[in-house]
Structure formats: C-alpha cells, structure tokens
C-alpha cells in the first residue's frame, strides 16, 4: 500500500489528500497442454489416448485466424492398438498478464466515526487473456482453436461507515 503525497489540512486538501494505492501486476506462463485423440484405440477403457505427431511443425500456418494456436496437421488420431506418443504437459498455452488496483481513501467524521471509499479495478487495462485452445484431435470444431477468453475488465466500489 502506498500512500499518495498531498496535505490533509483545510478543505481542498481534505477532498485531494489521504488517498492510498495498491496494486498487483501477475504474469503467468501458459498452462501445459496435453494433445489427446479423443478415441480409445488402444482398447484400455480408460478414456482417450494421446495423439501422434505427423512431423508437421506446431506453429500455426502463415495468414492464420490469431485464434488458431497450433497447427492442426501436426497431430493425428493414434492407429489402433497404440496409446499414441504425445506426452502429458508437453505444449503450453497462451501467457497471461493482468494489473490490478485498487484506490482507498478513508474521510474522518466527528464522534469518532468515518467513511471509507475505495474504487478497485481487476485487469486494469483490459487485457484479453485468451483460455487454452481445444486439444481433442476427434474434435474438429474445436481443435487447436482458442474458444473464450478469461475475465474482462472489472470495476467495484464501495463505501463503508465505521463507528
């Protein structure tokens, strides 16, 4: 927290000074990613298996929707009786990086009463943090494509009465 410079005396600075500011700057890299089939071709029953690489690179193609994350031809469903050779966590998704913060200010009253206002802003700048993009080969709508996006910019306020 820290506390704005700025006069509290008289009426001007009563209004202007007093003020605090907190803030939090949070950089994540991408969560992992692991490429499934969709399908139990290895005939375990336990779910899908993992994809086959098809030596095509991961990067998406030139000219490509920014949605598209990776290129879809670089993975395949795996052939029958095969759990596949992508491994668990091997890819990551897209970073995130988001600023909060929050401005305080609390007005003494008399009788040993006072307000406290504070404005706290959540993704301050409004930065698009896209989700993970689909990893289900068997999924064509889906697969490699960034379907949402995590929260926008958010804003509360509030005003609290301590006595």
Known sequence: VYAIPGTESGPIGAIIGGWQVAGVYQWQSGQPLTIESGRDNAGWGLGSNRAIKTGQPFEPPAGSDRLVFFNRAAFAVN??????ETLRGEYFG???WTVDLNLSKRFNLP???????????????NTVNFNNPGTNVSNAATFGRINGAQDPRIMQFGLKFGF
């Open 79 to 84: 052939p029958n009786g095969t759990f596949g």
């Open 111 to 125: 009788a040993a009463t006072n307000i406290e206002f504070r404005a706290e802003f959540f993704n301050l700048f």
């Open 94 to 96: 897209p970073d995130r």
